[in-house]
């Protein structure tokens, strides 16, 4: 039986998996390993320390629907449905309802959609339908070819042998593995001409007895150099409960987060909060804060002429893919993953 090991467990890693173990007719054996403690990346959702049911999404808030791809991703015949309604179907997306002030028009036909169990909820949706055993804490840093395999080392622990590997973490990161990978990466001004934009969210955890009210669910902010995009995380999802209070979520606009980046966090956060009541005058405090830095937020600049993914070998199979060979949003993420799915299943 093949070892398929996917390194990063974000949108494109999960489907990916996902889609090899609906769609290949051989048995393999799926693992995916990532570096952070839980499934997600970009599509992050953060618990509050003080209550474990209160989430909020630091990453991705909201997911776009288009006519144009959701038409696309239809074609393919092994899914039972898109990868819309799929989601739609298990209850991990529902229609956003909530008004977003400032979000630019949209082209007809077009629908946003919310996961009220948070944003990592899809990708531990396709993850769970892989049946892929998946390893959080295992940070990939060498790769080397051993005859017909790969040998995979991480920061701890014993390296580990596959006969195909995909990498989906961003760009900057595939550059940094050390090992025979370098030798390949014939294509490698490609790969550093990738940019990615940077920015740091806030999550803010509120008592149950706290009332945040204002007219929006969210809200594009244009007329402050830090804050961006305000929402009330849990007025967004459309979750009411008793168990906890709100939930708001911050992010800050990209020249603030490349500026600031190398800044300590605790200084960072000063600021967004200082700025944030600026924005939102009489803010309630909150009961906790989590900060999170995102260095690599979005894809300004994907690497050219390779759409979906590069494979930087054939025999055995070394293949990269995700938003960065595409653009930053789900329908991106998709895009990549059926390549790289397509790729993996011919290598096999």
Known sequence: MSRVLIVGAGLTGGLCACLLRRGL????????????????????????????????????????????????????????????????????????VGTVEGMMAMEDGTVNYVAPSGTSSIVKHYLRESGAEVLFGHHVTHVYRRGPCWEVHRKEGSPEQFDVVVLTMPIPQILQLQGDIGSLLSERQKLEDVSYSSRYALGLFYKASVQISVPWVAKYVSNNPCIRYIATDDKKRNLVS???????????????????????????????????QKVMPGLPEPETIK??????????????????????????????????????NFDGCIESALKLFEVVKSSL
């Open 25 to 96: 007719t051989n048995p393999v054996q799926l693992v995916v390993w990532d570096k952070a403690r839980g499934a997600g990346g970009r599509m992050s959702t953060c618990r509050s320390p003080k209550n474990l049911l209160c989430t909020v999404d630091l990453g991705a808030q909201y997911i776009t629907a288009t006519p144009y791809y959701s038409k696309i991703h239809k074609s393919f015949i092994f899914l039972l449905s898109s990868f819309y309604q799929e989601l739609l179907m298990h209850g991990i997306f529902k229609p956003l």
């Open 242 to 276: 008793e168990e906890f209070g709100p939930t708001v979520v911050v992010h800050t606009s990209v020249p603030f987060g490349i500026e600031h980046m190398e800044e300590a966090t605790e200084e960072v956060q000063a600021i967004i909060l200082q700025e944030l």
């Open 291 to 328: 900060c999170q830095k995102w260095r690599y937020s979005q894809v300004t600049r994907s690497v050219a002429d390779c759409p979906g993914q590069m494979t930087l070998l054939t025999k055995p199979l070394l293949v990269c893919g995700g938003d960065g060979f595409t653009h930053s």
